[in-house]
């Protein structure tokens, strides 16, 4: 009997192992999305930084960050191309990574070089910095971003749980979705990358803005705390995800909640943000990226959705006659 191409029998000893197995089962599906999200943002902070000041220097930023974003629309255009979810889906969330760390980022910073900002210091510390200046030219940007996320916000066909839940209770559906409509998913998950790292950046450049709260305000940390909530409620609804492609497009927004509470904590010099300093943590970013590249190619491999599989194998296990 043959089996779905993207069915993947149960593991044994001379088959993926009982390490896969466990990838197949909550929590495990939930939690190692989250994770890979959740170090790459650390991690992109350190591309960043590696770009500007260590390497390849000065001479050679805009060409990497050029070099960078061509990958990821190369990125986008295999994953557009590939009929596997599970594939299209991390293919999506890798161009979007490296989309926005290489062209968005760095136009930014281009803007910024270009037009003079001067980093915002900060007043806590002596001659650090508290927001650097691609960071106060990106908050230019939130009239875009106002203006695009109203068109997916009344889009009939979305299936963002955020923007249905706006849709029911305000009223704001434009009609049914389209019968038979064929999702992209690498689309869709770079395009949610993106927006959603866009998104927040926004939130805690506005928050952190002195003439309208400050780092140090009474309201922020009490947005710190709520964002704390909130980061642990998505986080124990993500550890009850069977399909891997869910877990993976539902753990980008709940990594970055969660990754709001480490920018606060960070600006509050709270902990030593390593991430920042891979001059001086050379073997432990090493180390850490490593991880996430092994743990993104046993994401990878993970079936799309293991637990129709294991159910049709139950109910064909308990129809077979005993004797």
């Not at 760390?101 to 806590?124: C, H, Q, R, Y």
């Not at 539902?250 to 960070?266: D, K, L």
Request: hydrophobic fraction near 50%; proline fraction near 5%; charge should be neutral.
């Amino acid at each position: 009997m043959s089996t779905p191409a993207d069915a993947v029998p149960a593991a044994d000893p001379q088959g993926q192992g009982r390490l896969m197995s466990l990838l197949y089962r909550p929590p495990w599906v939930g939690l190692l999305a989250f994770v890979i999200v959740f170090v790459v943002q650390a991690l992109g902070h350190t591309v960043m930084i590696v770009m500007e000041d260590v390497w390849p220097g000065p001479g050679y930023v805009y060409q990497s960050a050029f070099a960078m974003g061509a990958l990821g629309a190369v990125l986008l255009f295999l994953g557009m191309r590939t009929r596997k979810e599970v594939s299209a889906t991390w293919y999506g969330f890798w161009a979007g990574t490296l989309l926005w760390t290489g062209w968005i980022e760095f136009s930014f910073v281009w803007a910024a070089n270009f037009l003079g900002v001067p980093d915002l210091m900060d007043k806590e510390v002596a001659g650090a910095i508290a927001t650097k200046a691609e960071y106060l030219v990106m908050m230019s940007s939130i009239g875009v971003m106002g203006a695009t996320l109203v068109y997916f916000l009344l889009n009939k066909e979305t299936k963002c749980n955020f923007f249905l839940w706006f849709q029911r209770n305000l009223n704001l559906r434009t009609g049914r979705p389209s019968p038979g409509h064929e999702r992209n998913f690498a689309a869709i998950t770079a395009l949610e990358t993106v927006y959603v790292i866009w998104f927040f950046y926004l939130v805690l450049l506005f928050i952190y803005d002195e003439s309208i709260l400050g780092d140090r305000h009474p309201v922020t940390y009490g947005i710190f705390f709520l964002n704390v909530i909130w980061a642990v409620y998505l986080f124990q609804r993500l550890m009850k995800f069977w399909k891997v492609t869910t877990a993976i497009r539902y753990g980008i927004p709940t990594a970055i909640v969660a990754w709001n509470a480490v920018e606060i904590g960070g600006r509050w010099h709270l902990f030593t943000e390593f991430w920042e300093r891979p001059q001086d943590f050379a073997l432990e970013m090493s180390l850490l990226t490593c991880g996430v590249v092994i743990a993104a190619l046993l994401a990878a491999r993970t079936p799309a959705h293991k637990k129709a599989e294991m159910s049709r194998q139950a109910a064909a296990a308990s129809a077979k006659p005993h004797g």
